[in-house]
């Protein structure tokens, strides 16, 4: 099963950017509710304080996890534990990037520490944590940025900016808006692990 929370900035068009299965679990956080009903996108959970959704006539038919205003933690990191709970094959968090409130997608990357198969997603950027070992790239007209979580060793081939057993530190920008040349890339992380941003041109 796949666990989809969405949160604000919601994406304007989720299903292009998501196509939706019946099987999905969706989880609305705060404001996104709204934004989900606009597209009638079905909500299986509502999670949040609601202080930003303006019509809480929204929530009566739906099943509600309500938070206390004055709290520790984010919306948005409730959502995700609550969908841990549920044990999914894929974990999704869609939208949640840039906005007015950028320190909320600061924290978000943060996120990884605890949901380390957590994927964030819009309709420009898709952000993961890759582990040791080798991966694959077919990505066209996009950028890849490599980013060390919180440091690696890896080698890059088939981009345009080819490394070999490079050591990439926390504040190390070298691997930001690299390109593919060939219809494959490879990424070989030998030590720690990298968060990997792919953004369209």
Known sequence: MR??????????????????????????VDQAVFSLYKQR??????????????NHGMLVNLNVVRLNPIKDVTDTHQALVEATKINPDELYLIGGIGGERIEHFMVHT??????????IKDENSTIYV????????EVK???????????AVLTLVGFKYDLTEYILNTYDPLCISNELMEDKGFIDIKEGKVIVVISKK
Do not use: C
């Open 3 to 28: 666990v989809l929370v969405v949160t604000h900035p919601t994406p304007k068009n989720i299903k292009e950017i998501m196509p939706l299965k019946d099987s999905d679990y969706i989880i609305a």
């Open 130 to 137: 890759l582990d040791k070992g080798i991966h694959e790239f």
């Open 41 to 54: 996108v079905p909500i299986h959970l509502a999670v949040g304080d609601f202080d930003s959704l303006t």
């Open 110 to 119: 943060m996120f990884f520490n605890e949901f380390p198969e957590m994927i």
């Open 141 to 151: 007209d996009q950028y890849v940025s490599f980013f060390a979580y919180p440091k």
